[in-house]
């Protein structure tokens, strides 16, 4: 029974998927309801309908909220609601049929009349139940139940949001308003993303959406560049993650490089992994990042053009190799535009794929000197083809282009959290 099976879930041998409730007419004596002979039943005592669920959610980190509305309309004989079950399974065993998880037995029972042929009367129904772990419990959305207004409202307001980013005009929203009561059972919001990821919920949250960071007295939004974008990708295959790329960038200037040189060198033949600007993410910017962004950040994993030989300076790259970026890191040419402009073909591409952010609009490509501040000049994490001295950036109109090495350009503030 419901019982065992939270045992199970407790012990790591199972995996709850609430299917159903049920209610019923049937009447208990006081004996009949302590917790030993509740917990006996498998059954209800007398069932009258069984209704599937509405909405499952969290309510806390070990009490689920599950909502059903319970209606007449088909009912030819009314009854009192004296009793009421959940019913669950074990998701790790498909072939488990599904036991009653938890009974409820009223004390002053809600009457359900027979329908009358004109408005159909209505319960909405509440349990919360109780499970070990949020992360051992399913929650199974599109259940094909009848919809609650509030869930209703919500839908229009997802459409408009969708419709909203169809149209790419979607600015994205403050997370930590949005999702306030659900952060504030954690420690910080980065706290909370880093839970969801870990548990694969990202219901709720859109790219473009963002958390903001004070950063050596910098207010830098942070927003959603792209959803599991590199998901079982890399030659470590990467898990669940988020990348956040800054909405506008750092108000401090840095040089991709001390020299006009976009080559390697012997000791790793990746431009981007031996340059000034790979130091100053990595090192000085780094160290601007609050406490709670540290303690859930990812170092990101990518393919990096190779160009390097010992006879002289090479003006395209000749290869490629996985390279682990860093904890902090700007984004490819690809990963901004969605093809190869100023870098080498193929190989500065690497597994680079185009940040759903960045798709198809300027939007988030034009950014500023620090938040709202005016368009800006911003580095890429490529080099340029067709010559040894120059880089890729975005310009101040949102294109591509390149400049010397040496030249002090902005940056985004850029990290993944993955459930690792």
Known sequence: GGAALLAATAAGTAKIKFTKLVT??????DSEKTRASLQARS??????QEIPFSKIEMATDTCVKL?????NAELSAGYYVNEIGIYAVD??????APVLYSIAIANVADYLPPYNGLTPSTI??????????ALEVTIQTKTGAVAL???????????ARAMSDNDRLYAGRDLTVVFALE???????????????????FTGIHVADYIPITMNGQTVKMQVAGIDTYYRTTDQQLSHHIDFISKDCFNQTVKWNETNNNNGNAANNSPYMISNLHTFLTTTLYGYLPAAVKAVISNKRTLMEYRYSASGALTDGTSWGWQDLGPLWVPLEYEIFGSTIWGTKGWSQGQGVQYPIFANSFLNRIKGAGNGGGRCYWWSASVRSGGSTNCVFVNVSGHSSNWGASGG???PVCFRIDEA
Request: aromatic share 10%; charged share 25%; glycine share 4%.
């Open 24 to 29: 019923g007419s049937g009447t208990y004596s």
């Open 91 to 96: 998701e790790l065993h498909p072939a488990a």
């Open 183 to 201: 952060i504030a059972k954690y420690s910080d919001a980065w706290a909370w993303i880093k839970a969801r990821i870990k548990a694969h919920n």
């Open 124 to 133: 909405t129904q509440e349990y919360f139940a109780t499970v070990d772990n």
């Open 43 to 48: 059954t209800l005592k007398a069932q009258k």
């Open 67 to 71: 909502t059903a509305l319970v209606s």
């Open 409 to 411: 350009l902005y940056v």
């Open 149 to 159: 207004a509030e869930d209703l409202e919500a839908t229009n307001e997802e459409l």
